[in-house]
């Protein structure tokens, strides 16, 4: 199934890649998917599709080839979702189990923010449903003493962080992900904090073990409004003291801001 996605980014010093790149010590970890399904056409439950079957989601959708039309509604919070992929028969075809692979929601605008201190941002030009669909989390898969090298030169140098943590637990083992669109990434890149936010990450799982990082809207969101999403876990974010000199004020503007960016302890 080929992804479109058409977006370039304006400063040359980025590169946009519309999939995830492992860097070559991530490379040797990477294993096909073990799910996948042998479904004749449209995967659903009379077809029982062992993708949706271990997916803790499903998609909703008025039209199958629309993925615009897409709504996620959960199964099991506590479970990935799992998407049907090329090992699959469907593979071809829009089955009702692919969506985060179709490539970003249109209508999505890179501008700088009203507060220009936070730098660019994500708008849309079109209304959002509450469970559309809005874009990946590309960039590099890094590890992660890399994660955390190039975290410290990017808060020694007061340059903008992008770096992502994807935290899973598989029984007692605990596999830890990192995504740097720093240089390689697409339009997810300039998805900025927000202590409310209008979308969430949900870890998707497609053509192998990595996990992909999806932004679902979790609220309504209407034309010209920023795409949002909370950069903390609520229990880990205030880790740190609100007087800690090297926190990033938060510029959010909501009612219930927490006054500084998260901080995420797991990639220092
Ligand atoms: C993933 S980048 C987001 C895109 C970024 N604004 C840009 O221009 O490329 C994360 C960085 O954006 C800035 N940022 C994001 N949300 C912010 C907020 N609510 N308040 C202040 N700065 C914010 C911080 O500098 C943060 O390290």
């Known amino acids: 199934m080929d992804c479109i996605d058409d977006y370039t980014h304006k400063s040359l010093n980025v590169m946009y890649f519309s999939k995830c790149i492992p860097t070559k010590e991530i490379q040797d970890t ?29 998609y909703q959708f008025g ?19 799992y998407e049907c992929n090329d090992q699959c028969q469907c593979k071809n075809s829009f089955c009702g189990n692919k969506l985060v692979q179709c490539g970003p929601r249109k209508g999505l605008k890179v501008r700088v923010c009203d507060d220009e201190r936070k730098g660019e941002g994500i708008f849309t030009e079109r209304l959002i449903n509450s469970g559309n669909f809005v874009c ?9 003493k890399e994660a955390s090298t190039r975290f410290k030169i990017n808060a020694k140098h007061k340059r903008m962080n992008y770096i992502f943590c994807i935290d899973e637990y598989f029984g007692e083992n605990n596999i830890k992900t990192f ?14 904090h927000s202590c409310d936010p209008n979308c969430i990450m949900v870890i998707s799982r497609i053509q192998d073990n990595i ?42 503007r909501s009612s219930n801001c927490r006054g500084f960016l998260p901080c995420d302890t797991r990639i220092i």
């Open 136 to 144: 990946e989390y590309v960039g590099e898969i890094i590890s992660e």
């Open 30 to 58: 990477i294993k096909p998917s073990n799910v996948f399904c042998d479904c004749p056409g449209i995967c659903n439950k009379e077809s029982n599709c062992s993708c949706m079957r271990h997916s803790g989601t499903a």
């Open 63 to 81: 039209d199958i080839n629309d993925s615009e039309t897409y709504v996620l509604s959960y199964k099991n919070k506590n479970r990935p979702t």
């Open 211 to 252: 996990p992909v990082l999806a932004l679902f809207a979790s609220k309504d969101i209407e034309i010209g409004q920023e795409i949002c999403y909370d950069y903390g876990i609520a229990d880990r974010s205030e880790v740190l003291k609100d007087d800690d000199v090297d926190r990033t004020k938060c510029l959010c």
């Open 179 to 192: 995504i740097d669109p720093t240089v390689y990434g697409n339009i997810g890149r300039y998805i900025n």
